[in-house]
């Protein structure tokens, strides 16, 4: 299900965190349309998910991993 959490997160362009507590491998097949504008293939993802694999997408506000740069340099010639 992390997998599936991934490739959901670079689909939606938006965090996907695995919160099923579900673990083990799963081989399954999920179908929906990619045309429309951006809320269509959401809409279309977050119903196939659950009419097809009985999954629902919510939103949570979680804590997640962030890198921050403060500053950058270009290197310095040796």
Do not use: C
């Not at 507590?21 to 119903?47: H, R």
């Amino acid at each position: 299900m992390a997998k599936l959490a991934d490739i959901l997160s670079r689909q939606m362009k938006a965090p996907v965190a695995d919160l099923t507590a579900t673990p083990g491998a799963y081989d399954f097949k999920l179908e929906w349309s990619l045309e429309g504008d951006g809320n269509d293939v959401e809409s279309a993802l977050f119903a196939a998910l659950q009419s097809q694999l009985g999954l629902k997408l919510e939103s949570h506000k979680l804590p997640i991993d962030m890198i921050v740069v403060d500053k950058a340099e270009k290197p310095s010639e040796n």
